[in-house]
């Protein structure tokens, strides 16, 4: 069984540091001081949920301050690459969503990171769904009346995105190539603008993940169309996949964390044990469930073969679109 399988199955402001009265040295074991995770996108989507989710019950577990941080810019590039250059000390870890990682190699000319070789994988700590959805103006009821619609009017239906290369751009462009339709793409800095722009009426439709699309779904602000999931999630079992109106059509979304090359095996194995121990309470799952997130772990030796896996897929897939960052 393959780790994408296991998967599928298994599932902003800078912080302060606070100061401790104890005088951390050297000597003394691993963490004696701030732990900071890095969250290389804006506040308000499925990472920094998550992000602060796990810092706040981390910082119990392990006794020690852990703040998580917003570092966003060019995609999630600016904090990833700031992590791959941090002491490999296990006091700065990346907490990345799987479309830096494995996207943004293929789509921008040139990324500041090597996505194998800068970092040693944790785990994956969750699976955050992605869902097409649109605004409650427009005339359409799920995926196949959006496609009639815009062949009806090709380049007049526009798509908001958290970014380029982000997961929700490039579900668009895979929706744009497989239904062979002309629609246009509208990148934010972050996915709250986007779902905001969605809401009033300035993009037709937009691609988010379920913490941050599902708030406006359940208020009624949006319409949800569909899942850009392979299979039908647990978060919504009733709402139709994108994947059963076109083969193929889906990105499973995970969120991993990983901490700059060369850390200490021992650090990572403190800080999957001390996760996967959190990820297992029943009240963090229904906490992460209701964010929107399916809580899902892995192996460091998991996290690697998907990454890898990842890689291969989405060069394809960014080929074939033809998009580009410079």
């Avoid at 605004?135 to 526009?158: C, F, H, R, T, Y």
Wanted: proline share 8%; aromatic share 6%; hydrophobic share 45%.
């Amino acid at each position: 069984m393959t780790t994408r399988r296991l998967i599928i199955k298994g599932a902003a402001s800078m912080a302060t540091p606070l100061i401790f009265p104890h005088f951390a040295n050297a000597a003394d074991p691993y963490p004696n001081k701030l732990i900071t995770i890095v969250v290389p996108q804006a506040p308000g989507g499925a990472n920094d949920v998550i992000g602060r989710a796990l810092a706040q019950k981390l910082a119990v577990a392990l006794g020690v301050p852990v703040v998580a941080e917003n570092r966003q810019g060019a995609g999630g590039n600016v904090g990833t690459a700031y992590v791959a250059r941090q002491p490999k000390d296990g006091y700065t870890l990346l907490l990345n969503a799987q479309s830096v990682q494995t996207i943004n190699p293929f789509l921008y000319r040139k990324v500041p990171f090597d996505p194998v070789k800068d970092f040693d994988p944790v785990m994956v700590v969750g699976v955050a769904p992605y869902m097409l959805a649109a605004n409650n103006q427009l005339p359409v009821k799920n995926l196949q009346e959006l496609i009639a619609l815009a062949k009806a009017q090709p380049g007049k239906l526009n798509f908001a995105s958290s970014g380029n290369g982000t997961v929700n751009h490039m579900l668009g462009e895979m929706l744009k190539t497989a239904a062979g339709i002309d629609i246009v793409h509208v990148p934010y800095r972050g996915a709250a603008g986007a779902a905001t722009d969605t809401i009033s009426g300035q993009a037709q439709f937009t691609f988010g993940s379920f913490p941050g699309l599902m708030p406006f779904v359940k208020s009624g602000q949006l319409k949800a169309l569909g899942t850009c999931t392979e299979k039908r999630t647990q978060l919504a079992p009733d709402l139709p996949t994108m994947a059963e109106t076109i083969p193929g059509l889906f990105a499973n979304a995970w969120y991993g964390l990983f901490v700059p090359a060369g850390t200490p095996k021992d650090i990572i194995n403190k800080l999957h044990s001390q996760i996967v121990k959190l990820l297992e309470n029943p009240e963090i799952k229904t906490q992460l469930l209701g964010l929107g997130v399916e809580p899902f772990t892995t192996t460091p030796d998991q996290l690697a073969s998907l990454l890898k896996e990842d890689l291969m897929r989405w060069s394809k897939i960014v080929k074939d679109s033809g998009a580009q960052v410079d």
